[in-house]
């Protein structure tokens, strides 16, 4: 018992490290969601488009904790134990994937709230199609071409004539087509439970004020 429990500390601090940071990237995107998009202020200042382009960087970190799966099948290779495995690094791995992926939709959501604010809820499919697409960019850009988001700043003659050296390539096409498909099935699903979850908690509340 003893060496197990040894054993699922060792699985935890291997790789809590790349976890905590990839979450902490993933969440800078869902903060300024809700500072751009559910603040009650109509100015749209110098700040505002400065956090925009922030969160339009950063946005593509969420869902690329979707690829971190590499992660979770390189560490059942590692000679842990079974118990290990199936209690510690799967429940680990998978609970941050979905908490990227989460804050991902919700940062979406919140910027369809914010589009059909300003009257252009007509746009919100089309927004989130465009964000899809850019993010299988910047997802592939990360996980193949290793970029961070600050590159854009700090390297953008090099994050461009990547950008298009693979759109001119069939191979990277493919890979961003794919992770388009698959962002946009997953965020289509996740969106729906999560709306749902947000409609029950409000009648909850509308119940228990009424009462």
Known sequence: MRYLFA????ALNIHSG????NLFLAFIPLALSFWLFRS???LRSVLWW???????????????????????INATREGFSVWVITLVLIPQHLLAILAGFEAYV?????LGHYL????????????ELITHALSAVGVYLGRFRRFNSWDL?????????????DLTAKRPVLVIAVTFVILTVFYWLIK????AIILRVRQRNSDHTSS
């Open 7 to 10: 054993e699922a500390m060792k």
């Open 40 to 42: 009650k202020s109509q």
């Open 18 to 21: 790349w976890i905590v940071w």
């Open 192 to 195: 729906q439970v999560t709306l």
């Open 153 to 165: 700043i700090t390297k953008p003659e090099d994050v461009v004539m990547k950008v298009l050296d």
């Open 106 to 110: 919700i940062s979406l959501i919140n």
């Open 116 to 127: 059909r604010r300003q009257g252009a809820g007509q746009m919100v499919l089309t927004a």
């Open 50 to 72: 400065l956090g925009f382009l922030v969160f339009a960087a950063f946005l593509p970190n969420a869902p690329y904790l979707l690829t971190d799966i590499i992660h979770l």
